[in-house]
């Protein structure tokens, strides 16, 4: 009998990872507001771990504190931390599972700025605010763009010296490089604006630093939107081509990546990334998280909450869908790229059932996949996999419930059908990873002063 290609092992130039599947990046908001991680983040991570993933990706992992996109997500922008990610790495790994660090930057995509940036403008490629939500930004300085390359090189080195298996660029979904990347949102004039070669200067520069900072054996690779499909709202232009990614993607090749992870769209969340539902109960109850973060929150509240104005947001929303599967939405822009470059390329989209994932990997798509939401459902899909289903007994829905409830509620499945309509099963699965039970400390009292 021939080897499953899923559960084939993933052999990197500085990497090796024992099968196909990645948990994608996502997490909730577990950590401390000074952004050092917790035993919940630990818990979160292990469960996956334990499913038998591959490899993990984390949440976006801010390398300054002035580019958090949600504050109470751990950070990576102080040598202090080192040791609290080796013990994140040390707890991974006992499950033969790879942990690769996500570094970010917000860029003006920030949606709850939490104390640290509250009341001050983002800094982004562009003064223009972000479309969806209208967050408020100025443009960086050529300063500050020295300032935050050297920020993601003391990024990369202090994952490194936890102890962690590698770095990915966040350079898709609307962040930061996205910002800079994009011919919608990108209206620089200088050196970093412009042609394309001038707005992938910035991620170029990230990677050359960041192989200058630890040298040629950690592994780093990229996340990229292939496609921006930037004109969620009409009078917005649509951004890069798939063609003008594929050059990007070579660029970043030859600059030293290790790995390409292919994704679409130039926000999140978009409706192509994650495609399907969209819960209007949902949302109408979580985005009040919101409402002080950008100018036209309370625009979006009022469509979101009253019945008679749901469907403008809809037909805004859902006419992106149409066509594009839910599952492997952007399989065939990982194509492309694998073809375009030399190094191996990661697929994101929803993957649950293990047919496409073969025939993705088999057809020479993509070297391996990533999900995030249908691992939320079932930590366990690698194993249900390796049993012999196709697709897990109770699969992942797409309702989408679990990012709508994020702003303000914990991770996690929220689809009551998956539980048999069991509220309390539920609101256990819920909880199970807040099972830290701390040793409370107390704080030493200082020697009394002499009068």
């Known amino acids: 009998m021939s080897e499953d290609v899923i559960f084939s092992p993933l052999k ?31 818990n979160w991570e292990c469960q996956f771990a334990r499913g038998g993933v591959g490899a993990i990706i984390s949440s976006f992992v801010p390398v300054q504190m002035e580019g958090r996109i949600v504050a109470g997500y751990a950070t990576i922008h102080r040598d202090d931390f080192i040791p609290l990610w080796q013990r994140l790495g040390e707890a991974v790994h006992r499950f033969d599972c790879k942990f690769i660090m996500q570094l970010s930057h917000s860029g003006r995509q920030m949606d709850l700025p939490g104390v640290h940036n509250q009341h001050r403008r983002a800094l982004s490629a562009t003064d223009h605010k972000e479309a969806l939500h209208g967050f408020l930004c100025r443009a960086m300085s050529g300063h500050e763009i020295e300032r935050t390359v050297q920020a993601f090189a003391d990024g990369a080195w202090r994952a490194r010296e936890a102890g962690l298996d590698g770095v990915e660029l966040h350079a898709a979904n609307g962040y930061l490089f996205t910002q800079f990347l994009s011919s919608a949102i990108n209206d620089r004039r200088d050196r970093y604006g412009g042609s394309l070669a001038n707005r992938a200067r910035f991620l170029l520069e990230v990677i050359r630093a960041i192989r200058e900072r630890v040298g040629p054996d950690f592994h780093l690779q990229v996340k990229i939107s292939a496609v ?61 998280a919101m409402l002080s973060a950008g100018v036209d929150t309370f625009r979006n509240y009022l469509l979101f909450r009253y019945s008679a104005l749901r469907w403008i947001f809809r037909w805004l929303w859902f ?3 149409r066509g594009h599967a839910v599952e492997g939405v952007s399989l065939d822009e990982a194509r492309a790229v694998r073809q375009a470059v030399g190094i191996p390329v990661i697929s994101t989209g929803g993957y649950q059932r293990a047919s496409l994932v073969r025939e993705a990997i088999g057809s020479g798509a993509c070297d391996a996949v990533s999900s995030a939401r249908a691992l939320i459902a079932n930590p366990d899909l690698p194993r249900q996999w390796q049993a012999g289903h196709d697709a897990p007994a109770r699969p992942c829905t ?11 509620n914990p991770l996690g499945c929220y ?11 539920m609101i256990a699965a819920l909880m199970a990873i807040y099972d830290t039970r701390p040793e409370l400390r107390l704080p030493p009292v200082p020697p009394a002063q002499n009068p």
């Open 12 to 42: 990197w130039r500085n990497l090796e990872v024992k099968n196909r599947l990645f948990r994608s990046n996502i997490s909730g908001r577990f950590d401390n507001e000074d952004g050092s991680l917790t035993q919940t983040r630990i």
């Open 228 to 288: 921006d499909h930037n004109d969620i709202l009409p009078w917005e232009g649509k951004g890069n081509t798939l063609a003008e990614t594929l050059q990007v993607c070579r660029w970043v090749e030859t600059a030293g990546a290790d790995a390409l992870h292919v994704s679409i769209g130039s926000l999140f969340p978009h409706p192509l990334n994650p495609p399907g539902d969209f819960s209007f109960e949902t949302i109408a109850s979580t985005y009040d």
């Open 319 to 321: 006419r992106h869908q």
């Open 398 to 408: 797409f309702c989408n419930k679990c990012l709508l409830n994020a702003p303000k």
């Open 415 to 425: 689809e009551l059908s998956r539980f048999d309509g069991d509220h309390e099963r």
